[in-house]
């Protein structure tokens, strides 16, 4: 499975970005989808996942400034983000959970990532 992620880029204090991530492959279910995110000397964090059955979770980092939603059948996960300051820039990367069909094992894709810069 394949994670193309776009919609980054600059963008002004205060203002907002919809990001998109479209998983391709062939034979596949989707258990989750997620947005993590890491700027220069720090971990990856956690923004948000949605499972396939819509259960959410948001990380502390950005909890009531981004929304995440998924098109499960388009396989697409989006995550909507307000009021973006500075400290939000970062490589924005998308990451799926996913199974063969018939399959019990869970396996994990990644996407190279989008960059969101935050500046005026």
């Known amino acids: 499975v394949q994670l193309q992620a776009f919609g980054g880029g600059l963008v002004q204090p205060g203002g907002s970005l919809r990001l998109s991530c479209a998983a391709s492959?062939?034979?596949?279910?989707?258990?989750?989808m997620g947005w993590f995110r890491q700027s220069p000397g720090n971990e990856r964090e956690l923004v948000a996942t949605i499972s396939s059955d819509g259960n959410i979770k948001y990380g502390d980092s950005m909890q009531g400034l981004s929304t995440i939603s998924m098109d499960n059948a388009k396989k697409m996960v989006f995550l909507r983000m307000v009021s973006l300051q500075p400290e939000d820039t970062a490589v924005y990367h998308c990451n799926v959970r996913w199974r063969y069909y018939g399959r019990s094992f869970v396996r994990e894709s990644w996407g190279r990532g989008t960059q969101v810069t935050v500046s005026s």
């Open positions: 492959g062939s034979g596949f279910i989707i258990d989750e």
